[in-house]
């Protein structure tokens, strides 16, 4: 079975500074892909970063980076120069063809 | 649309009622999916349509729990007889390819009294 596994409920990190956030995953398929959700207090779901597993390049939005290793399954994602709006929950997401399993979630703070 | 568009965006209900959720996915999307979020949790995965089949049902979490899709358009989460351990926000997210990941709607607070 496709899970997906966070394992840290919450994060804090001082505002400027860099935070990384640990996702693991387990899953039989060759083919897929990895994403960052946002979720805000306003409870929007907002795509931060995706990952194609066929890549070995790690994807890099602005700020917003992961380290990608497929043989083990990890997948986490480095926030650098936090700021008080990257607060929220954070949720690492599974795709394959039909299937999609979300994390439990990480909660960050950011500290001014 | 635009957007992802679920209705409505708050529902209270009595225990024992039945209840209604309704997504609208943005045009062209073929795959909808629905999840349910208790507070302060995660996603938990309830079903997935594929056009108006659908074919991962695995996450309904009782009998009392239905779904449906007409074509690639509207689905409807149904509850029937609500329990106070339904209270939760219902996501509901659509996409065009597994590679775009989803698009989601605002989601649907119930809360069961």
């Known amino acids: 079975a496709q899970t997906v596994t966070q394992s840290q409920p919450e994060m804090s990190v001082q505002e400027a500074e860099t935070v990384t956030l640990s996702c693991t995953y387990d899953t039989s398929e060759s083919d897929y892909y990895l994403f960052w959700y946002k979720q805000p207090p306003s409870r929007q779901m907002i795509l931060v970063i995706r990952?194609?597993?066929?890549?070995?390049q790690n994807a890099t939005e602005n700020r917003f980076s992961v380290n990608f290793q497929k043989a083990a399954k990890s997948f986490s994602l480095k926030i650098s120069d936090s700021q008080l709006g990257d607060a929220a929950m954070y949720f690492c997401?599974?795709?394959?063809?039909?299937?999609?399993?979300f994390g439990a979630g990480t909660r960050l703070t950011v500290k001014p | 649309g635009a957007g992802v568009s679920q209705s409505p965006s708050n529902k209270v209900t009595e225990k024992g009622k039945d209840v209604e959720l309704r997504c609208d996915p943005i045009?062209?999307?073929?795959?909808l999916y629905w999840y349910r979020q208790r507070l302060g949790q995660g996603l938990e995965f309830l079903i997935y349509f594929q056009g108006n089949s659908a074919p991962d049902k695995s996450g309904l979490p009782s009998d009392r729990f239905s779904a449906e899709r007409t074509g690639e358009s509207v689905s409807t989460l149904t509850i029937q007889r609500t329990q106070q351990e339904d209270s939760a926000v219902y996501l509901c997210?659509?996409?065009?390819?597994?590679?775009?990941?989803?698009?989601f709607g605002s989601g649907t607070r119930l809360t069961v009294v």
């Open positions: 997210a659509s996409s065009s390819q597994v590679s775009y990941g989803y698009t």
């Open positions: 045009s062209g999307h073929t795959a």
């Open positions: 997401a599974y795709r394959s063809e039909g299937l999609g399993r």
């Open positions: 990952q194609e597993a066929y890549k070995q």
